[in-house]
């Protein structure tokens, strides 16, 4: 069954902004932790940020490379994720997924088990 399916992305100039999307359904949508991380052509899947999901708080964390351009958000009642990207650049040009995990400290790709399709996300010069 479809667990997470990632949209809004496309081809942008830099300094653009872009906003993606994640609907989350079953097990995924109920996961502690919803992440976006990014695939570049040539290049190992890199953590973008994170957000915990507890019913006092929402924490987020970010890739050093992405702070204080991009922002992670959830809306559990809609069981979708988020990621606006401001300020964007060439190097932000990547495939970009939607991920969940059960793990309260999931950060490596290895410990999420439910994954998106991918959406591409291009930033011209």
């Known amino acids: 069954q479809v667990q997470l399916v990632e949209s809004g992305g496309g081809l942008v100039q830099a300094g653009g902004s872009l906003k993606l999307s994640c609907a989350a359904s079953?097990?995924?949508?109920?996961?502690?932790?919803m992440g976006w991380f990014r695939q570049a052509p040539g290049k190992e899947r890199e953590f973008v940020a994170r957000?915990?999901?507890?019913?006092?708080?929402?924490?987020?964390t970010y890739a050093d490379s992405v702070k204080g351009r991009f922002t992670i958000s959830r809306d559990n009642a809609k069981n979708t994720l988020y990621l606006q990207m401001n300020n964007l650049k060439p190097e932000d040009t990547a495939v970009y997924y939607c991920?969940?995990?059960?793990?309260?400290?999931?950060?490596?790709?290895?410990?999420?088990?439910?994954w998106g399709q991918g959406t591409q996300v291009t930033v011209s010069s």
């Open positions: 991920a969940a995990s059960a793990t309260v400290d999931a950060y490596s790709p290895s410990q999420y088990p439910y």
């Open positions: 079953g097990r995924a949508a109920s996961s502690n932790i």
């Open positions: 957000i915990s999901r507890f019913t006092w708080t929402s924490i987020t």
